[in-house]
């Protein structure tokens, strides 16, 4: 993912500076958030719909994207959606029909808005931010939400996605260490799982049934596997 993550940075990077040339935004316009979110929110649209190009019209659900409106930013300040859409990674395929560059885009900006909304969901949850600080380091926090892990199914599945996602991006070290944690710490099974390449370095696991679970290439650093029962074939 970090390809796609420069990749997307530096597209948003030159959009925003034409349209800075253009004199359409002022500097501190948070014109690379907006870029961002309508990639994202556009991309889960188009494969909830199984997707993956549009011809926008007044029927379609999607069609939002390609009307003519002004949006709101954040900061209160107004800017035309065109403006928007002119900066994210499309191509248009004949006269009215879209599509990202390519269908890896595609999937690319709809995984980085399933990954955001797993953390978002978590963190609301728990009351607090996932990827913030170690919750070994935290253990009267650790005990007050592990219940809440325990009786939320839901809950857990956002974990174990939470897990998968920091294969990809080690900035998740800490949401991958406090996901597990929780995890085995709410008494969910965690045998027989690929675990390989996953990030949870000062991750809990001491006294967890742990048989089948596949940790090559996972960054186990200094994590507690006391009485940990381990084995792989």
């Known amino acids: 993912l970090h390809l796609y993550d420069e990749f997307a940075q ?3 990077k030159r959009q925003r500076t034409k349209l800075l040339d253009a004199q359409h935004i002022k500097f501190d316009t948070p014109i690379l958030d907006a870029y961002s979110a309508y990639s994202k929110k556009l991309a889960e649209g188009l494969l909830q719909h199984n997707l993956t190009s549009i011809e926008p019209n007044p029927e379609h659900p999607l069609n939002w994207f390609f009307e003519e409106q002004d949006i709101e930013l954040p900061t209160q300040e ?13 191509m248009q395929i004949g006269q009215n029909h879209f599509a990202f560059l390519h269908k890896s885009l595609l999937e690319y900006f709809a995984a980085r808005q399933l990954f955001e909304s797993a953390m978002a969901e978590a963190s609301l949850a728990l009351g607090l931010g996932l990827n913030e600080k170690f919750l070994v380091d935290e253990p009267d926090t ?13 809950l857990q599945q956002t974990l174990f996605r939470i897990l998968e996602e920091t294969k990809h991006d080690p900035r998740l070290e800490k949401a991958g260490s406090n996901a597990i944690t929780l995890l085995h710490k709410a008494g969910v099974v965690l045998a027989n799982r690929d675990f390989r390449g996953i990030r949870i370095p000062k991750a809990n696991l001491s006294g967890a049934f ?24």
Request: aromatic residues 12%; proline residues 4%.
């Open 210 to 233: 742990l048989s089948g679970c596949d940790f090559r290439e996972a960054d186990l650093r200094e994590v507690k596997l006391e009485a940990a029962a381990l084995s792989y074939t």
């Open 142 to 154: 650790l005990k007050f939400i592990v219940d809440q892990v325990r009786d939320n199914p839901a």
């Open 78 to 90: 107004k800017i035309k959606l065109s403006y928007i859409r002119a900066g994210v990674p499309l």
């Open 10 to 12: 530096q597209w948003f």
